[in-house]
Structures are given as structure tokens and as C-alpha cells.
């Protein structure tokens, strides 16, 4: 079975600090998707990443950066420099191999950023 | 905007009364996904259409809830009998290739 866990349910940190949101996954595919989304207030969710599971390079993408590490099933998310715009919900997800990529999404981590 | 839509956007009904969404995939996307997010939890799936197929249903799906995707185009989700336990955001989503699916902004349900 899949599943994906996001221990923290709620950070708080002071702007400009960095934070990093954890996820651990469980998958017995051996091709699978992970993603991370954001949802803010107005509920929609917003694509940032994914990552298929043969390519453990991490990847930034301006203050956003990403540490996959197959050995411990991990992909966690990290924010340099959090800005109040960045508070919102955040999920983990995960999909399988082609034939079947419906999205298993974590419980989410709620981020607030205080000014 | 070329983007997933969903209608309506809201929706208050009572309990005990039937509701239906609307969802309006990315043109020629061929894949539409239904899923369900309650109050503090991720979204959860419902099901899977392929063109007008429905491939694939949830555990989550009673049989109080009905999807349809009548041309391969739009979808429906329709709810009978409405119950308390079924307010919830309702997303929908389409692809076109396998794991790249985007996201509508969602119906927001309140069973009263």
C-alpha cells in the first residue's frame, strides 16, 4: 500500500528564517511519482514540484529547494528565507507507476510565517 | 483562462437533498480525476475517468455518489441524499500524460 506521512502538522517560524517540511513515503512500486503542493487559504492547489523516483538529484528552485533520498524514503521541502506569503498548507504526495497515478497526498503541514 | 474550472464554486444545501458539480477539464485532456478533501486532511481520490471511461472507484465512493463523463469532455459528480459527513472541498483534476495532473479550484459543500 501507499502512504505518505507528514509528522509535523503545524510550524511557526519568524520571517527570514528557513524551515524545512519533512515526508516519508511507502511505496512498493519501483517507478513512482512524488510531488509537493501548496495550498493557500483560497484553497486551491498549487503545483511546485515532482520527481520521479530515478532521479535523486535535489533541486532548487529560488528560495525553494528539495532533498529526495531514496535510502529512507524521504523527500522533504526547505524554504531560505520564508516570507509571510509563503504561510499556507502543505502537502506530500505520491503516485504510482503508469497505470496507475492517482495522487495519495499526506495530511499536511500547516506553515506559518509571523512577521 | 485555460485551466481546470469547477461549478460552482460553493454550494449549501441541506441535508437529505441532492447536489451536482461540474468539472471542466483542460481541452484534450483525456484523463479526469475526482478527489475529496475534509477539514485538516490532504485531498483524498474518488475516481478516475479515462476519455468517458470510468476506470477506477474509491472505497470512499458510496453508492450515494455518481460520476459521470458522458463525451470525454466535462464530468459530473452527483451527490444523492446528502449527509452532514459529506461537507467536504470537492477537486477535480486532468492530464494528459500519466502523473502530471492539474488541479481545479475546488467545490466547497456544507451539508446544514
Known amino acids: 500500500a501507499q502512504k505518505v506521512t507528514q509528522a509535523q502538522t503545524e510550524i511557526s517560524v519568524v520571517e527570514k528564517e528557513d524551515v524545512t517540511l519533512d515526508c516519508v513515503y511507502e511505496t512498493r512500486d519501483t517507478t513512482y511519482y512524488l510531488f509537493w503542493y501548496k495550498q493557500p487559504p483560497s484553497g486551491e492547489l498549487v503545483f511546485l514540484i515532482r520527481r520521479n523516483s530515478f532521479d535523486e538529484q535535489n533541486e532548487i528552485s529560488g528560495r525553494y529547494s528539495w532533498n529526495f533520498q531514496k535510502s529512507t524514503s524521504s523527500f522533504n521541502f526547505t524554504i531560505t528565507a520564508s516570507q509571510v506569503v509563503d504561510s499556507a498548507v502543505y502537502f506530500c504526495a505520491l503516485s504510482g507507476d503508469l497505470r496507475d497515478d492517482k495522487i495519495i497526498f499526506g495530511k499536511g503541514t500547516r506553515l506559518h510565517i509571523l512577521p | ?112
Open chain 2, 1 to 112: 483562462d485555460t485551466g481546470v474550472s469547477q461549478d460552482p464554486r460553493h454550494k449549501i444545501t441541506k441535508r437529505g437533498q441532492n447536489v451536482t458539480f461540474r468539472c471542466d477539464p483542460i481541452s484534450e485532456h483525456n484523463r479526469l480525476y475526482w478527489y475529496r478533501q475534509t477539514l485538516g486532511q490532504g485531498p483524498e481520490f474518488l475516481t478516475y475517468f479515462q476519455n468517458e471511461a470510468q476506470l477506477e472507484k474509491s472505497r470512499l465512493l458510496s453508492d450515494r455518489f455518481s460520476a459521470e463523463r458522458p463525451k470525454g469532455s466535462f464530468s459530473t459528480l452527483e451527490i444523492q441524499r446528502t449527509e452532514q459527513g459529506d461537507s467536504a472541498m470537492y477537486l477535480c483534476a486532468s492530464s494528459l500524460k500519466e502523473n502530471e495532473q492539474f488541479f481545479g479550484p475546488g467545490t466547497r459543500l456544507t451539508v446544514l
